[in-house]
């Protein structure tokens, strides 16, 4: 990779250009230790500011719309002079080696508009863990003047919650459907929603979309009221017909200005960052203790007398921390 100063990508950020955003998600996704040196450095410098801008993640299953949903609003946000970053969490890309988020074609008008940005999720190793840069992506987004940052995720494995702790709205899309189908959703996803958007609400579906709303409605009526004051809202949408996005738009805005008022917005902002921060404390720690030779030749002694029922997992336990603690003495 071409090495840039410091000053190329603050200066790039600050005169909003997006081939030097670019390369400055490819430095702090790097795992060279110069260039995380140098990331640390630029993602210190640009610690505040982001707080005009709304973190919007969007998770449904493969097929219901995602990226045509993103593609229509996208355009519709820079129609209200808005500009627009997509970031993807792909929790397949590893699997299938190409991504089906990576693929930029699916929002080929979006990615033209230089209002927008769309990142295709890189294939690295450690997109769907703790160690994923999204969170550090989605602060170069708005150190280089994104307003609106979308965070897409298909909805497999816990890439919702990971999404989730690093937005400010979730929103849940799904397609019109029966009363069984509705119940398939996942009800921990459900609780996590601010917003569920039935997408595909056109054409035959129009009427089916309507009742899944009230079934819906229903449905989260039984749920226990959130501490925050926000009732999750449902909005229909059809983003072939280009319909429902003044609507889906409406409903971020008023839980922004809610969530303001309430002093909510920024305090999640907050606790997102420290429990990102001990997260990674967390994992850093654990990476730094298991490539320790002598530890892991401990942790697997012990682990073959847990195996074979020669020492309690108490015991063992013990014996590993008791290594620990000699090696940090
Ligand atoms: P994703 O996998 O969730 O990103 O879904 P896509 O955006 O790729 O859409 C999957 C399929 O659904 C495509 O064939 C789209 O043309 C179609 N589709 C997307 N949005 C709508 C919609 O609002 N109405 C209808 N009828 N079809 C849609």
């Given at each position: 990779m071409k090495r840039f100063t410091l000053d190329y990508y603050l200066d790039g950020l600050r005169s909003k250009d997006t081939v030097v955003l670019a390369r400055a998600i490819t430095l702090v996704e790097s795992s060279r230790s110069t260039d995380q040196y140098l990331a640390d450095q630029l993602l210190n410098e640009i610690?505040?500011?982001?707080?005009q801008s709304i973190r919007i993640g969007i998770t449904g299953t493969p097929g219901v719309g995602k990226s045509s949903f993103i593609e229509g609003f996208g355009s519709f946000l820079i129609q209200q002079h808005k500009r627009v970053a997509v970031l993807a969490i792909d929790p397949t890309s590893q699997r299938t080696g190409g991504s089906i988020l990576g693929d930029k074609t699916r929002m080929e008008t979006l990615s033209k508009n230089p209002q927008a940005y769309i990142r295709p999720s890189s294939s690295?190793?450690?997109?769907?863990?703790?160690?994923?840069r999204t969170h550090e992506a989605i602060l170069l987004c708005e150190a280089a003047g994104f307003d609106v940052v979308i965070v897409e995720t298909v909805g497999v494995g816990q890439s919702e919650t990971l999404v989730n702790s690093m937005v400010d709205f979730f929103l849940l899309m799904i397609q019109p459907g029966s009363g069984d189908d509705l119940q398939g959703i996942k009800k921990g996803i459900m609780e996590m929603a601010h917003g569920i958007v039935i997408n595909?609400?056109?054409?035959?579906?129009a009427k089916l979309a309507k009742r899944s709303k009230s079934d819906l409605l229903n449905a989260l009526?039984?749920?226990?009221?959130s501490d925050t004051g926000w009732n999750t809202r449902v909005e229909l949408c059809s983003a072939l017909e280009k319909m429902g996005f003044a609507e889906v738009w409406e409903m971020i805005s008023e839980f922004r200005q809610q969530m303001f008022e309430n002093g909510l917005f920024l305090q999640n902002r907050i606790d997102q960052n420290l429990s990102w921060f001990e997260n990674r404390v967390n994992f850093g720690l654990m990476m730094q203790l298991t490539s320790d030779d002598r530890l892991s030749e401990v942790i697997e002694k012990t682990r073959g007398k847990v195996k074979s029922g020669e020492l309690s997992v108490s015991m063992a336990t013990t014996e590993v921390l008791d290594m620990v603690r000699q090696l940090l003495s």
């Open positions: 610690i505040n500011n982001n707080a690295g190793s450690t997109l769907g863990g703790v160690n994923n595909k609400a056109d054409g035959d579906q009526h039984l749920f226990a009221a």
